[in-house]
């Protein structure tokens, strides 16, 4: 009891910290919580080199955790971890080796005793009575100091995070406020899970699916966002998952906002966990950019107003269902192979907000890689790789496959109205 009231204290300290940092005036924020914070709070903290990143089994990622379970309590939620707590503790024993910090690891690792990690999943719970429970989620798990999944090539440092994910973090608490706050869904009851272990491989969410802390034959459908905090009004949402359930599309046509949806409910976040065991998803995402997996994804560059807005489509969508009972479930056609199922890369970023049909375009290139050797740019709409047709990113990556390290093709690209061909050697 005493040492979560110096957590709860110390927390609060932390947030008016942030506040008077920010220049932040409580009286005219939107989405405050009773901790008189909000989206910017929330993800300037949790995207502070204090956490160094938030790595999975880390000290940050338990500070992470720790803030996250005063914010859920402050706004009156129940605790929904194992044994009556907050927390889901899951251990593993990574594929790929984490970051080595002295001598002794690598000599470890050199011996193929790779150290297990312990992550921790924060579960809340909003009880309404109902018979359904719908779980929204959000994973705040980040890289450390760029772990094997850092596409940074420059020297050590802190990968803060702030879209990837604690912009889908502060989202998630402030729907939680509101849905706390509003009469207006009742008709289910909402669990919100904060994963940890999604960059080591969706691991904490995969837990849960398998070791539930509630009913899980009374789960309604889940929610997923991850990677909220770019969102530009041109480009619109990405929705992926609209064919888990007849009943996405005829809710998601009355909210006003520009989509880019997708059919398939599997994907590179923790929504999948739940699609692999017949639950309808839905995974919201504003976009990749050139900041991905990198240190220069920090708060200053978060639009705090399109989390907001992101914040509206799921508000708007929870409550436009609330009286349809359980959704019915529909497999998908799996668009996302897997990484076994081509051996070569161009290294490049794709646009995931572009589909237009007419190829693939780029986010940008990583240095040292095939597509940048081959004089790849920003804006490249790809549109052959060799004989292969490229019209979207799904047949991008199956275009992949066809090849191998060493082979030498073609890539055709269109930019700024013209087409060219690149020589391309695969590595």
């Known amino acids: 009891m005493l040492q979560s009231y110096r957590s709860y204290c110390g927390l609060l300290l932390v947030l008016a910290a942030f506040v008077l940092s920010s220049g932040f005036q409580c009286s005219q924020s939107k989405g405050l919580t009773k901790l008189g914070g909000g989206v910017?709070?929330?993800?300037?903290?949790?995207?502070?080199?204090?956490?160094?990143?938030?790595?999975?089994?880390?000290?940050?990622?338990?500070?992470?955790?720790?803030?996250?379970?005063?914010?859920?309590?402050?706004?009156?939620?129940?605790?929904?971890?194992?044994?009556?707590?907050?927390?889901?503790?899951?251990?593993?024993?990574?594929?790929?080796?984490?970051?080595?910090?002295?001598v002794g690891d690598s000599a470890m690792l050199g011996m193929g005793l790779v150290k297990e990690i312990t992550g921790t999943n924060v579960i809340a719970f909003l009880n309404n009575n109902a018979e359904h429970t719908v779980i929204i989620g959000a994973h705040y798990d980040h890289l450390g100091y760029g772990d094997e999944n850092s596409l940074w090539t420059g020297e050590k440092a802190i990968h803060n995070g702030a879209d990837d994910n604690a912009s889908g973090v502060a989202a998630m608490l402030e729907l939680a406020e509101r849905l706390q706050t509003s009469n207006a869904a009742e008709s289910n009851n909402y669990l919100f899970i904060a994963f940890s272990g999604e960059e080591k491989g969706i691991i904490g969410s995969k837990y849960f699916c398998e070791h539930p802390t509630i009913d899980f034959s009374k789960v309604n459908y889940m929610l997923n966002m991850d990677m909220v905090g770019r969102y530009d009004v041109a480009k619109g949402l990405a929705i992926n998952g609209v064919g888990t359930s007849a009943e996405w599309k005829p809710a998601l046509e009355k909210i006003n906002i520009k989509q880019v949806q997708s059919e398939s409910g599997v994907g590179p976040s923790d929504h999948t966990s739940f699609y692999l065991k017949d639950i309808p998803v839905l995974h919201f995402f504003t976009g990749q950019h050139e900041d991905y997996h990198k240190p220069t994804d920090d708060a200053a560059k978060v639009n705090f107003e399109g989390i907001h807005t992101v914040t509206d489509v799921l508000e708007d969508l929870i409550k436009s269902l609330d009286k349809k009972g359980k959704l019915p479930f529909t497999k998908t056609v799996d668009q996302s192979p897997s990484s076994g199922d081509f051996k070569v890369t161009l290294g490049v970023i794709p646009d995931y907000m572009y589909n237009s049909g007419d190829g693939m375009r780029i986010d940008g290139t990583k240095d040292g890689r095939p597509g940048a050797k081959a004089g790849l740019m920003k804006g490249d709409i790809i549109t052959k790789i060799g004989n292969h047709v490229v019209t979207d990113v799904y047949a991008y990556m199956e275009g992949l496959s066809k090849f191998s390290k060493g082979e030498i093709t073609t890539v055709e690209v269109k930019r700024n109205g013209q087409i060219l061909i690149l020589p391309v050697t695969w590595e």
């Not at 880390?58 to 009556?84: C, D, H, M, P």
């Open 40 to 102: 910017r709070v929330d993800v300037n903290y949790l995207a502070s080199d204090s956490l160094e990143g938030r790595g999975t089994g880390t000290a940050g990622e338990k500070a992470a955790a720790q803030y996250i379970v005063t914010r859920l309590g402050t706004l009156g939620l129940e605790s929904k971890g194992e044994n009556g707590g907050w927390f889901q503790s899951f251990t593993f024993k990574p594929q790929s080796p984490p970051q080595i910090h002295h």
